[in-house]
């Protein structure tokens, strides 16, 4: 599965220091002036799981392999994108390609760092990308809804449709993101094909100085309450901090860095971890001598489904799984003591994948 999370927000707020620190592939140049992330750099990061170390700690595996996310630093955009202002169109072109969105917004005071948005707001800045957002999405549905309404007026499946874009229409228009109408699977069917930018789920970041970063602000408490409104979550960081620990190859001085800073983990960790909690991802696992692996999965995917990701033939050749919840593989510290507990299940097609089940399929060629 490839999943892609994109890190949005106004010119110099930190969005491409927060990338250099996230991601372990590339590296985005973070400079004071606008625009100069033009083209989306992409990058991939491991996911965090303490579980994963904790099944190699007992297997002693050859390798390790977890699982990861694709991160991408979008360029910085300003008011008036959904009108093609600054690099509106390729912001919004770039945004369209990700499953999450991770905004990013200023909450420190620096003047050696530009703003052309006057004195600091964060909330203010929010609703700027959502705005923008927002006005975009109203033009596709109202596309959509001139090429559907004379259909409508004869097809009953038209009208439904037709009916599920104008709920989007005035939604949109009284400022409201399309992830807070709540609409059902079966009414999502609609605009699918618009792969609108306000359907999917944000997570906001609050880039606080080094002093706020434990603590928070009166910045970073203002977008916690504003986004508490739309049930969002808010994760508190200093991206330069964040980017300086990223930067050192030695554990050893990572951790010395952060007992210097009072950090038991880094915050990219909650940042990740958070991530891929809104994306409503699962994890499982598969652990042998070769290796023990960490699979990505969307929650309430069966058990064919889940052998898809590691080759395609195992979810059409599919038999059965052998499934051991983690929880009883760490209690008996391996399969063979598992199964002989009774702890190791035989699950058909129809069982469900629950998060941290350790697996092995059976399939046919």
Known sequence: MSLKAGIVGLPNVGKSTLFNAVSNSAKAQASNYRFCTIEPNTGLVDVPDYRLSKLAELVKPNRIVP????IVDIAGL?????KGEGLGNKFLANIR????????????EDENV???????????DKEIIDIELQLKDLESVEKKIQRVEKLSRTDVKMKAEYDVLMQCKLHLEKGNSIRSLGLSKEER?????????????VLYVANVDEASMHTGNKYSEALKINAKAEGADVIV????IEAQIAEMEAEEDKQMFMEEYGMKEPALDRLIQTTYKILNLYTYFTAGVQEVRAWTIHQGWKAPQAASVIHTDFEK???KAEVIAYD??????????ARENGRLRIEGKEYIVQDGDVMHFRFNV
């Open 67 to 70: 699982t990861q996310l694709e």
């Open 78 to 82: 300003v008011r008036g994108a959904s």
């Open 97 to 108: 390609e990700v499953d999450a969105i991770i905004h990013v917004i200023r909450c420190f």
């Open 114 to 124: 530009l703003r052309e948005e006057g004195a600091i707001n964060p909330v203010g």
């Open 189 to 201: 069917v609609a605009i699918s094909d618009l792969f609108l930018l306000t359907e999917k789920q």
């Open 237 to 240: 960081m200093c991206n330069n």
């Open 317 to 319: 050749g599919f038999i």
């Open 328 to 337: 009883d593989f760490v209690k008996y510290g391996n399969e063979a003591a």
